[in-house]
């Protein structure tokens, strides 16, 4: 039996549950319990505060957990960290007042930075040689500034608008961040195979994401040049059409070139194309 924590509530909560259901474990409704029993793999689920999931992956009181790279940086606790998960991605930055006159790194030089985050944010003035004020504070550190308890701050940013709307300017990317699946360092051989089950399921979950499958009728002369724009796992996948001269191709293409390869493709004389999402892809 393997023990998973997840955020209990919060940004990554959701994700985490929806990224367990595709691998096929499903979880009772979370909400007023610490922990459920798992259906569809020997794992327990454990819903902690996203602060608390580094130190109990570190202590083995849970095998594995999700949580932001943030967290795990910022807490210092000695884990693994298993795998990327492709979600709850955002950045730390430093982020003067709009006012401030900015002028590189040095501006920070004595300066009070309002921060969640005073680890990853010490060890970056050390880099720096730059002697600052670091006050911690939890939560709504972006108004900080604006009541004069500080005069930058260093938070988590993702699209900027909470930056925006406080009057204040993204000037440093210190950190960037998504979920990580972490993992006690000491597993025993039996929680390690469960784990790495759970990790192959994951990961081509993760890879499938963003992916199409693609299906198209090509005259067969264009075939090299279709093979020349398809990238495939190896080869498209190509199949005989009852139609002399035409040929069936099958392939998985990324959602950020699909178009553009789509569009090369009926170039070439590609007909009657078809485009399915993809659920998962093993390699
Ligand atoms: O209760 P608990 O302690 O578990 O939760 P929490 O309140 O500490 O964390 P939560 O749920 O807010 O975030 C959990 C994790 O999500 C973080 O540790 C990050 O890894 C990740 N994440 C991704 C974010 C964001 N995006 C994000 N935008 N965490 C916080 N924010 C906040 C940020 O602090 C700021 O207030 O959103 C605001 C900025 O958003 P933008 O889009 O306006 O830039
Ligand atoms: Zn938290």
Redesign the pocket.
């Known amino acids: 039996m393997l023990r998973i924590a997840i955020?209990?509530?919060?940004?990554?909560?959701e994700q985490s549950l929806e990224l367990l259901a595709e691998a096929g474990i499903r979880v009772s409704d979370s909400k007023r319990k610490l922990i459920s029993r798992a259906e569809g793999f020997p794992l327990e689920v454990i819903y902690?505060?996203?602060?608390d999931i580094p130190q109990a992956v570190a202590m083995g009181v849970v095998d594995l957990g999700i949580?932001?790279?943030?967290?795990v940086e910022e807490k210092g606790f000695d884990v693994d960290i298993a795998m990327n998960l492709g979600f709850?991605?955002?950045r730390i930055s430093l982020a003067v007042p709009n006012t401030a006159s900015y002028d590189g790194p040095g501006f920070f030089r004595g300066k009070r930075i309002a921060t969640?985050y005073p680890n990853i944010l010490s060890r970056y003035f050390a880099e720096q040689g730059i002697d600052a004020e670091i006050h911690t504070i939890e939560?709504s550190?972006?108004i900080a500034p604006s009541v004069g308890m500080a005069d930058a701050v260093f938070?988590?940013?993702?699209?900027?608008?909470?930056?925006i709307?406080n009057g204040l300017t993204e000037v440093e990317k210190i950190f960037d961040?998504?979920?990580v699946l972490i993992a006690n360092n000491a597993l025993s051989e039996e929680k390690q195979r469960l784990a790495g089950q759970l990790k192959f399921r994951f990961g081509s979950i993760i890879e499938s994401r963003g992916m199409k499958y693609v299906l198209m009728n090509l005259p067969k002369e264009r075939l090299d040049e279709a093979v020349g724009i398809l990238p495939g796992m190896r080869s498209p996948t190509v199949l005989p059409l009852a139609q002399e001269g035409w040929c069936s191709i099958h392939a998985v293409i990324a959602q950020d070139q699909l178009w553009e390869r789509i569009e090369k493709l009926k170039a070439i004389g590609a007909e009657g194309i078809l485009i399915l999402s993809l659920e998962n892809m093993i390699r």
């Not at 955020?7 to 909560?13: D, F, S, V």
């Not at 938070?155 to 930056?163: A, E």
């Open positions: 955020q209990a509530k919060g940004r990554l909560n902690l505060r996203d602060d949580v932001g790279l943030n967290e709850g991605k955002c969640s939560g550190v972006e938070d988590i940013v993702s699209s900027g608008g909470t930056l709307s961040s998504q979920a």
